[in-house]
């Protein structure tokens, strides 16, 4: 499988000088399996760069995967041009509710007064799921979805194809209060779905300094995510969801302190940046762009 990273930042979509380099677009991550099925991890920003390109080739079927429903993570799907298109089937996967079904969730979203056009309206026929806490099959891989810990119903993913494993967590605190290395696996959130993966892309969003104002909202601090990923004999991370108020230099200075603090190589290291192509296959982690 290939991944593409078409959005990293967090929060809140950050354009301007001092973002360039990593990018300003929120979570949107595209993955291209080996049967040609294409799965688009979250629908942040990013997601109306990928709707132009896929419109050139557009398929009959995709699969979109909703880690959650805050703003930031479904903003791009009123901007995704396949929705537009009567001739594509799209199916829409997310956390689900005790509250709502995730259908209602989106078209209070898509409808006004926060959107033009009601999600009744959408020509494409969209196709709802609960995401799948046990694994299923799409193309030539297997998806299942765990419940992380996250503010609201929050999920991650794990893709699995011809052995190689691509995992996805991009809003997770897995200690609050807690040391890692003193918790079983069992207790740790997110373990199961980021277990002996290949990849992993993992929320990054706060510096260790500045954690501590932030305790409980559901994101990592970088001594947190170097530590998860060492529970969970994780191959390659890439640190994901950046502060909107994080420069390309402070993310630079951030990946230093990740280093420092990790036992790893630096290249099973590093940030997420938009543009970033990542081929995962038996031969390992390739880094295409």
Same mark, same amino acid.
């Given at each position: 499988m290939r991944a593409h990273v078409w959005g990293c930042r967090? @929060? #809140?979509?950050?354009?301007g000088a001092d973002t360039v380099r990593y990018g300003g677009n929120t979570s949107c991550v595209e993955v291209q399996l080996e049967s040609g099925d294409t799965l688009v991890l979250d629908a942040g920003t990013g997601m109306r760069a990928l709707g132009v390109e896929i419109e050139r080739n557009p398929p009959a079927v995709l699969h979109i995967l909703l880690s959650h429903l805050h703003l930031d993570h479904v903003q791009g799907l009123g901007f995704f041009r396949p929705l537009f298109r009567s001739d594509i089937e799209i199916h829409l996967w997310g956390p689900s509710s005790p509250v709502q079904s995730l259908e209602d969730r989106i078209a *209070?979203?898509?409808s006004p007064p926060l959107f033009p056009v009601r999600l009744a309206d959408i020509p494409a026929r969209i196709v709802f799921h609960d995401a799948p806490l046990e694994e299923v099959t799409i193309g030539s891989a297997t998806v299942r979805a765990g419940s992380v810990v996250?503010?609201?119903p929050t999920v991650g993913y794990r893709i699995e194809e011809a052995g190689s494993v691509l995992a996805y967590l991009p809003d997770h605190e897995p200690a *609050?209060?807690?040391? #890692? %290395?003193?918790?079983?696996? %069992?207790? *740790? @959130?997110?373990?199961? *779905?980021?277990c002996d993966a290949d990849l992993l892309f993992h929320d990054a969003q706060y510096g260790d300094k500045e954690y501590p104002g932030h305790i409980g909202w559901g994101h990592s601090c970088i001594d947190h995510?170097?530590?998860f990923a060492r529970r969970a004999n994780v191959g390659t991370t890439v640190l994901f969801h950046h502060d909107p108020y994080h420069t390309d230099d402070e993310l630079d200075a951030l990946l230093v302190d990740a280093h420092r603090c990790s036992d790893v190589?630096?290249?099973r290291l590093c940030l997420a940046r938009e543009g970033m192509t990542v081929q995962v296959d038996p031969k390992g982690v390739r880094f295409l762009a």
């Open positions: 967090g @929060s #809140l979509a950050a354009p *209070i979203y898509m996250h503010q609201g *609050i209060g807690v040391a #890692l %290395d003193d918790r079983p696996t %069992d207790w *740790i @959130s997110g373990h199961d *779905i980021a995510v170097v530590g190589a630096e290249e």
